[in-house]
C-alpha cells in the first residue's frame, strides 16, 4: 500500500479556467476527505465521502466547486471558473470506517496535495 | 464557530532539549478527539499523537506526550529529546463524536536547532 496519492501535485491555471484534481485513497478505506489549506494556515474541511455518497459539505465549498467519487474509491474535485482566491493547496485524506469499538479515531492519512496557483 | 487556536506561530528549540507547543480548543461536547499533526516542509501531513476526551489518562508514543487539560480545554504537545527531524509545522486538530471533519489550528512552525 502506497497511501494517499494525488495527481497533479503542481497545477498553474489562468483565472476563469476550469481545473480538475483527483485523489487515490488508501485501497481499503471507505472514506475519503477534502480539504483546503492556504499559505501559512491550517487545512479547512470541504467535504467528505462514505463509499460513492457524500454526506458533507462545507460552506466554503461554493457552487463553482463539485466532488465526485463516483465507484466509491477515487474521487475528483473540479472548480469551475477559478478565482485568484482559489490559490491553495488542495489535500486530500482518507480512512476506515470500521464501528466506534473497532476504530474509534477514525483517524485521517493525507496526501501530498495539490498545490492549485491561479494567476 | 468551534476553533482551535494555537498560539504560538513559531518556536526554536536546541537538539536533545525539550519544547512544548499549546493548543486550546472550545466545544460543546463531553466527547471528542484530538490530534497533532506534523506536517514536515514539502511533505504530506503524518499524525503525531492523539486523544481521546473520555480517556483521563495523557497519551504517548515515544518521544511524544501530551498534557490534556479537559476543564481547561487544553491539549498541549511535549517534544523530548528533538530532534533535527522534527522540524516541522505541527497542528493540533479536533474531531467531535458527532462528526467526521477534523478543525485544525493555525499550525506552530517549529525549528530544531543543531
Known amino acids: 500500500d502506497t497511501g494517499v496519492s494525488q495527481d497533479p501535485r503542481h497545477k498553474i491555471t489562468k483565472r476563469g479556467q476550469n481545473v480538475t484534481f483527483r485523489c487515490d485513497p488508501i485501497?481499503?478505506?471507505?472514506?475519503l476527505y477534502w480539504y483546503r489549506q492556504t499559505l501559512g494556515q491550517g487545512p479547512e474541511f470541504l467535504t467528505y465521502?462514505?463509499?460513492?455518497?457524500?454526506?458533507?459539505k462545507s460552506r466554503l465549498l461554493s457552487d463553482r466547486f463539485s466532488a465526485e467519487r463516483p465507484k466509491g474509491s477515487f474521487s475528483t474535485l473540479e472548480i469551475q471558473r477559478t478565482e485568484q482566491g482559489d490559490s491553495a493547496m488542495y489535500l486530500c485524506?482518507?480512512?476506515?470506517?470500521?464501528?466506534?469499538?473497532?476504530?474509534?479515531?477514525?483517524?485521517?492519512?493525507f496526501g501530498p496535495g495539490t498545490r492549485l496557483t491561479v494567476l | 464557530a468551534q476553533t482551535v487556536t494555537q498560539s504560538q506561530p513559531e518556536m526554536s528549540v536546541q537538539e536533545a532539549e525539550t519544547v512544548t507547543l499549546s493548543c486550546t480548543y472550545d466545544?460543546?461536547?463531553?466527547?471528542?478527539?484530538l490530534f497533532w499533526y506534523k506536517q514536515p516542509p514539502s511533505r504530506q501531513m503524518i499524525l503525531v499523537i492523539r486523544?481521546?476526551?473520555?480517556?483521563?489518562q495523557n497519551a504517548t508514543e515515544n518521544r511524544f506526550s501530551v498534557n490534556f487539560q479537559k476543564a481547561a480545554k487544553s491539549f498541549s504537545l511535549k517534544i523530548s529529546d528533538s530532534q533535527l527531524g522534527d522540524t516541522a509545522m505541527y497542528f493540533c486538530?479536533?474531531?467531535?463524536?458527532?462528526?467526521?471533519?477534523?478543525?485544525f489550528g493555525e499550525g506552530t512552525q517549529l525549528t530544531v536547532n543543531p
Open positions: 465521502f462514505q463509499n460513492e455518497a457524500q454526506l458533507e
Open positions: 466545544t460543546s461536547e463531553s466527547n471528542y478527539y
Open positions: 486523544q481521546e476526551a473520555y480517556k483521563q
Open positions: 486538530a479536533r474531531r467531535e463524536t458527532s462528526g467526521s471533519r477534523l478543525t
Open positions: 485501497s481499503e478505506h471507505n472514506r
Open positions: 485524506a482518507s480512512s476506515l470506517i470500521a464501528g466506534a469499538l473497532l476504530n474509534p479515531y477514525n483517524e485521517q492519512f
